[in-house]
């Protein structure tokens, strides 16, 4: 699960940077 939140966070920080 931990590996999961991982990958997710720098998705959702890309996603922001994106718009």
């Keep these: ?3 999961t939140l ?3 966070k ?3 920080v890309q996603r ?3 718009g």
Excluded: K, T, V, W
């Design 1 to 3: 699960m931990e590996r």
């Design 6 to 8: 991982i990958i997710i």
């Design 10 to 12: 720098p998705d959702a």
């Design 16 to 18: 922001g940077l994106s």
